[in-house]
């Protein structure tokens, strides 16, 4: 069975950056899209980034122009570049891949 592994989360204060990476455990499978979602306490989870195999990324509104999804498909992984971190980030970010596969989460905390 696929896992997801991400990385990168942490505290930062409003402004900085943080990049979080999410690596598949198997390559036997094509993986077309591969995302980012997040969920803050008391919230629903909400799609923040996708990037489909070969085609154009999507975002939020509420992070387009901060964060830039990225993938290395030789890898199996894939990043979330995350600039001018504000306070509303705070959220737990988890991968997602083909809309099926979850990662465990990631906490990232923004201070203000």
């Known amino acids: 069975q696929v896992q997801l592994v991400e990385s990168g989360g942490g505290l930062v204060q409003t402004g900085g950056s943080l990049r979080l990476s999410c690596a598949a455990s198997?390559?036997?499978?094509?993986?077309?899209?591969m995302g980012w979602y997040r969920q803050a306490p008391g919230k629903q989870r909400e799609l923040v980034a996708t990037?489909?195999?070969?085609?154009?990324?999507n975002y939020a509104d509420s992070v387009m122009g901060r964060f830039t999804i990225s993938r290395d498909n030789t890898r199996n992984t894939v990043y979330l570049q995350m600039n001018n971190l504000k306070p509303e980030d705070t959220a737990v970010y988890y991968c997602?891949?083909?809309?099926?596969?979850w990662g465990q989460g990631t906490q990232v905390t923004v201070s203000s």
């Open positions: 198997e390559s036997r499978f094509i993986f077309n899209v």
């Open positions: 997602n891949v083909n809309y099926v596969l």
């Open positions: 990037a489909p195999r070969g085609g154009s990324t």
